[in-house]
């Protein structure tokens, strides 16, 4: 597993409600997207292989239901979102931070505060791109899953 260097806390917001344990709606979810997919072999198994992928990267974990913990739990249901007509991405991961327990309890996103994006404002960015005779590009493919959480939130 690729070791993740950034690690963040989550912005908690000074009073929220506590966050439910959502273990059956997830669940619930994942087996509907297996179902769904599962229709079309191919498009199963690229699913998985993303699941696999991103566990091996330590993107993601498994979780272990007999597993006692002292954090609070949440999960983060997720759904595949197809692209017929594309050849490179035809499926990919969506990862769903607004699904609630219930219509009146929170969910992660209700949580949290809501923080500027910690990305570097693009006028800058171009700026430098021209001080110089020669420019470097690269492909930041996963870039946003390389940033950590703090183990006190990694259970939510």
Request: glycine share 4%; proline share 5%; net charge positive.
């Amino acid at each position: 597993m690729e070791e993740i260097g950034i690690r963040r806390k989550l912005p908690w917001k000074q009073d929220y409600e506590e966050l439910p344990s959502n273990y059956d709606v997830a669940k619930r979810r994942t087996e509907n997207v297996i179902r769904r997919i599962g229709k079309d072999a191919t498009m199963l198994k690229k699913y998985g292989d993303i699941i696999k992928e991103q566990e091996l990267r330590g993107f993601i974990e498994r979780v272990d239901e007999l597993e006692p913990t002292i954090n609070k739990v949440h999960y983060i249901p997720h759904h595949a979102v197809v692209k017929k007509d594309s050849s490179t991405t035809p499926i990919r991961i969506v990862y769903d931070c607004s699904c609630k327990m219930y219509q009146n309890q929170p969910s992660l996103n209700d949580c949290l505060m809501k923080t500027p994006p910690e990305l570097n404002d693009l006028s800058k960015i171009l700026v430098r791109f021209r001080l110089h005779r020669y420019a470097i590009t690269t492909d930041i493919e996963k870039a946003f899953l390389h940033v950590g959480l703090n183990k006190d939130d990694r259970d939510v």
